[in-house]
């Protein structure tokens, strides 16, 4: 019993740890994440496609299920969205591959899109189209 009420606590413990520094880093990329989420932002806006690519990642769709219904609704082939996971992946650093699943891979959002609000500003930019 002990020693599962140590465990509980080194967890407790590991878990605080990793919030605090969470903390930190968000406000670090506040401090200095202007020029990145400025440069995110007008590639979203040039780009419907990785725009729509960033709002469709859930961490349950897979990659081929996104990329098929971009393909449906005529915003991008098939064959061009992975290069849009690959930049919002890889130069972004906006989503993240957690694992692989028979129907492909999956992705989910990173903490980075929350700290640089990109969602609450794309959010803002649509309804301000619908508006106008």
Do not use: C, P, W
């Not at 202007?34 to 007008?42: F, G, T, W, Y």
């Not at 906006?94 to 989910?108: D, E, F, N, P, S």
């Not at 640089?116 to 619908?130: H, M, W």
């Amino acid at each position: 019993m002990a020693e599962s009420d140590e465990l509980f606590n080194e967890v407790a413990q590991l878990r605080d740890e990793v919030e605090e520094q969470g903390a930190m880093i968000g406000a670090l990329v506040h401090i200095g994440g202007n020029d990145l989420r400025a440069q995110i932002l007008q590639d979203m806006e040039k780009d419907r496609a990785l725009r729509e690519v960033y709002l469709l990642v859930d961490g349950k769709r897979t990659q081929g299920e996104i990329a098929a219904d971009l393909d449906t609704r005529g915003i991008a082939k098939k064959s061009a969205v992975s290069l849009k996971f690959e930049k919002l992946a890889e130069d972004y650093g906006l989503i993240q591959h957690v694992r692989r699943a028979k129907a492909g891979k999956i992705y989910r959002r990173t903490r980075l899109g929350r700290t640089l609000k990109i969602d609450r500003a794309l959010d803002k930019a649509k309804l301000k189209k619908t508006r106008n």
